[in-house]
């Protein structure tokens, strides 16, 4: 299994935020040369490529990774925090891949075997804290795939 972990920052704003890419965050090259791509797309995984947006704006993080041959992309173990120092991650979506909240986040969508994709109804901002940024924290991962097939834990 090749595991590498995706960090996305967002910046807020009172009542718009902009999205602040971080290229040497975004790409990562791993093992036998997997390379995988963070785009923020407006309301879906068709839509724009955005890098700002407002509170109200619906929302659609797709990675997409070179296909290797004998594996598929799994996204699982995702958290939002603030930037800050000592700021305790929230968990969004857990080890199945699944949403912890349906209202912020629904579950980890795949529509090919190396494109996942999690909708955002509504933007997140902490208010309790300075920052104006948000982190959003994922654990990516190509996994070898079981008799030709890309196994993934289903969501109730």
Known sequence: MILFPFIFLT????????????????????????TCDFSI???GPHGPVISGTSLDDELYYKISCKPLAGHC????????????????????????????DDSLYKNVQYRTDFEAGIYNPYPIRF??????????FCVTSVV??????????SCQ
Not at 127 to 136: C, D, I, Q
Not at 144 to 153: A, F, I, K, S, Y
């Open 127 to 136: 208010r309790t804290t300075s920052s104006k940024s948000v982190v959003l």
């Open 73 to 100: 992309l799994q996204v699982i173990n995702c958290t939002l925090s603030s930037d800050e120092p000592g700021f305790r991650p929230f968990p969004i979506i857990d080890d199945n891949g699944c949403s912890l």
């Open 11 to 34: 910046i807020l704003l009172p009542s718009v935020f902009a999205l602040k890419p971080k290229p040497s965050l975004l790409k990562k090259n791993v093992e036998n040369s997997v």
């Open 41 to 43: 797309h407006r309301a």
């Open 144 to 153: 070898p795939l079981e008799d030709n097939v890309c196994t993934r834990r």
